[in-house]
């Protein structure tokens, strides 16, 4: 069956360090992939996509990897800071035009 | 929000009983959206819709129908509610899918959220 994998575990990490978290995935070939945040409350948030052909996609203090052999992605949050606690959820495109979800990875910076 | 409401934003209603969720937009994209979110299970797409009057079914569309018969406005119906369709329902939004391009990303909504008692 297809499945996203993200950690359920909160990641807390002091503020001006590096977050990383990770999205695994099998049986999907996307042709990309995407990653949302979202604040409690809130619907979802675009951030970055990368696509198959793309190792890595850069924005700010935000960088995404993307292995389509190890069927992963990294996304990465340099200098980070207090105001990027969210949740982050990355999503494939499969099938009919449309996007399958992690369950997302909980980010807090403690100041 | 990228111009898209849904209404309402909150709403207690009585399992049997029929519910419909609104959600507009202003942005005029093509392809519009009904996920619902749960704790444990994420983001889950129940109805998509590609254009007026051109809607298909996501992962977990039992229970719920949905129409489009303006750009602007996509509804989901809960024919009648039943406690487990208590959640959080999120509304998207695409301009187009074109597979790798910037227009690809889906805009959300604020949210409703539903008690189904």
């Known amino acids: 069956s297809q499945k996203i994998e993200q950690n359920s575990e909160a990641l807390n990490i002091q503020e001006g360090k590096t977050a990383t978290l990770t999205c695994n995935y099998t049986?999907?070939?996307?042709?990309?992939l995407q990653w949302y945040r979202q604040d409690p409350g809130r619907g979802p948030v675009f951030l970055l996509l990368?696509?198959?052909?793309?190792k890595e996609k850069r924005k700010e203090r935000l960088k995404v990897t993307f292995d389509t052999t190890l069927k992963q992605s990294l996304f990465h949050i340099t200098a980070s800071q207090p105001a990027d606690s969210a949740t982050y959820l990355c999503a494939l495109v499969y099938g009919n035009n449309r996007l399958a979800f992690g369950k997302g990875n909980q980010v807090v910076v403690i100041p | 929000d990228a111009g898209i409401t849904q209404s309402p934003r909150h709403k207690v209603t009585e399992t049997g009983t029929p519910v419909t969720l609104r959600c507009h937009q202003t942005e005029n994209h093509r392809y519009m959206y009904w996920y619902r979110q749960d704790p444990g299970h994420g983001l889950r797409l129940i109805h998509y819709?590609?254009?007026?009057?051109?809607?298909d079914k996501g992962e977990v569309s039992d229970g719920y129908s949905v129409s489009r018969s303006k750009t602007e406005d996509f509804l989901l119906t809960l024919e009648s509610a039943t406690s487990s369709q208590t959640s959080v329902y999120f509304c998207?939004?695409?301009?187009?899918?074109?597979?790798?391009?910037?227009?690809?990303?889906?805009?959300f909504g604020p949210g409703t959220r539903l008690t189904v008692l």
């Open positions: 998207a939004i695409s301009e187009s899918i074109n597979y790798g391009t910037s227009t690809d990303t889906q805009y």
């Open positions: 990368i696509r198959e052909n793309e």
């Open positions: 819709s590609y254009g007026v009057k051109d809607t």
């Open positions: 049986n999907y070939s996307p042709a990309y």
